[in-house]
């Protein structure tokens, strides 16, 4: 009978490519909450909030933020602006304007807008601002978490980031390789060969270890002689 291992091994690496293959290919930018988060001050006439942030993918079409809640009266309106950075200079792209009550509902909320095509290794900034709202704050985390960006208030940098996530296609690995084998094919092509040698290779191995008779059988058939 053979090894458990053997099974395992013989079954366990397929899943393991399956699970590979169907692995995002790119980390979104984004910044959880940490250990050191605060309660920002709520958005109003002397206070404009921002986050900076450089782009990993084409087709960015939603930045998520989480409101924190505040004992003062919610009411008003909240804009969400994001800017495309060229040499340090902003220039406006997308505008989103939503109720306060909605952006305080729950415990994040996603301001979507129409995809940004071109957005990969692209610098951003998303300004929220009160338009005008009351009540309206949000998460951050002090220090330099996330490495590509940083929170502004009011146009100065801040030593903290807001929590944040963006969102925009991320095809799996697999799907990157059928987008290669449209443009090289002979790349894509050459990739799968990869996977399917090591895959050979390791049936070859795990044969060659299963047809070695075990020690105890020649134990038994020494003392049988």
């Not at 040499?87 to 509902?105: I, K, S, T, W, Y």
């Not at 704050?137 to 978490?145: C, M, N, P, Y």
């Not at 925009?168 to 990157?176: C, E, K, L, Y």
Request: aromatic share 12%; net charge neutral.
């Amino acid at each position: 009978m053979k090894a458990w291992w053997v099974h395992l091994a013989r079954w366990g690496f397929p899943a393991v490519c399956v699970v590979f293959l169907a692995t995002p290919s790119i980390s979104l930018p984004g910044d959880d909450l940490g250990l050191r988060r605060f309660r920002t001050p709520p958005l109003g006439p002397d206070l404009r909030l921002a986050q900076t942030f450089t782009m990993t993918g084409d087709g960015l079409h939603a930045i998520e933020v989480f409101p924190a809640g505040t004992t003062e009266r919610v009411a008003g309106d909240v804009r969400f602006e994001l800017y495309e950075l060229r040499n340090g200079q902003p220039f406006l792209g997308r505008v989103v304007e939503v109720l306060a009550e909605d952006v305080m509902r729950g415990s994040s909320y996603r301001f979507e807008f129409a995809p940004i095509g071109n957005s990969k290794d692209r610098d951003y900034r998303f300004d929220l601002v009160a338009a005008p709202a009351e009540g309206v704050a949000f998460w951050a985390t002090k220090g330099e978490r996330y490495e590509a960006g940083r929170m502004h208030a009011n146009g100065r940098d801040r030593w903290a980031d807001l929590a944040f996530r963006t969102y925009a296609p991320a095809p799996s690995i697999w799907g990157r390789l059928m987008t290669l084998r449209d443009t090289h094919p002979w790349r894509a092509y050459l990739v799968i060969a990869a996977f399917a040698a090591i895959w050979l290779l390791l049936g070859i191995v795990l044969h060659l270890f299963t047809s070695v008779p075990p020690e105890t059988n020649h134990a038994s058939t020494a003392r049988a002689e």
